[in-house]
Every structure is written in structure tokens, then in C-alpha cells.
């Protein structure tokens, strides 16, 4: 069993910076890709920043600039780093990684349970 623990959110002023920590444990093989997500009140859950195996860094235009998205291969954790955060950024911000257990099995997909980044102004 893998498990995906944010941490870091909280409540902030415009203008000012949040570092989220993601670590995955568990049955770890590999880990194919992993990334960011957020999801405002009403609105659907969107990419803000991740890696995919062999690519690069994608980052959503909206953070482009402002967010650094790291990561820490030996512990498995990655980082978000928010810097100029305005209220448009307030949502549950959501971990997710692609994740093979053994040699030669199945990717699974996890998510972790979400921490809250509010921004007010």
C-alpha cells in the first residue's frame, strides 16, 4: 500500500509565500510522475505543476513565475514552493503521483487527502 501525506498549507496574505511538502511511502518501486493539483470552490481540479519521467517541469500559466515546483528522489517527496500567491490561488491543493509497487507491475495512480492554501486580500 502507498500512501501520498501533504503538508504546509495554511492561510496567508496576498503577496506572500507557502511551501507545500508531499511524501509518498509505502510499497515503492518507482515512481513514474508526480505533481500538484488544486481545486477552488466550484471549480474542477487542475494541474499546477509536475514531472512526468524523462520530461521536464510543467507548470500551469497561471503559476508560471511564481510557483517552483522541487523534488527530494531519496524521500520520494516533492515541493511546492508559492511565492506572489493571490486570492486566485486559494483552493485544496492535492498531491498525486504515479506509482509502480514491483518490478514489472502495474502503475497506480494515488492521491493524497488535500491541504488547504488560502489566500486572502
Known amino acids: 500500500q502507498v500512501q501520498l501525506v501533504e503538508s504546509g498549507g495554511g492561510l496567508v496574505q496576498a503577496g506572500g509565500s507557502l511551501r507545500l511538502s508531499c511524501v509518498a511511502s509505502?510499497?515503492?518501486?518507482?515512481?513514474?510522475?508526480m505533481g500538484w493539483f488544486r481545486q477552488a470552490p466550484g471549480k474542477q481540479r487542475e494541474l499546477v505543476a509536475g514531472?512526468?519521467?524523462?520530461?521536464?517541469?510543467m507548470y500551469a500559466d497561471s503559476v508560471k513565475g511564481r510557483f517552483t515546483f522541487s523534488r527530494d528522489n531519496a524521500k520520494n517527496t516533492v515541493y511546492l514552493q508559492m511565492n506572489s500567491l493571490n486570492p486566485e490561488d486559494t483552493g485544496v491543493y492535492y498531491c498525486?503521483?504515479?506509482?509502480?509497487?514491483?518490478?514489472?507491475?502495474?502503475?497506480?495512480?494515488?492521491w493524497g487527502q488535500g491541504t488547504q492554501v488560502t489566500v486572502s486580500s
Open positions: 498525486n503521483a504515479d506509482i509502480y509497487s514491483e518490478y514489472g507491475g502495474p502503475m497506480v495512480l494515488y
Open positions: 514531472f512526468i519521467n524523462g520530461g521536464s517541469t
Open positions: 509505502g510499497s515503492i518501486f518507482g515512481i513514474n510522475a
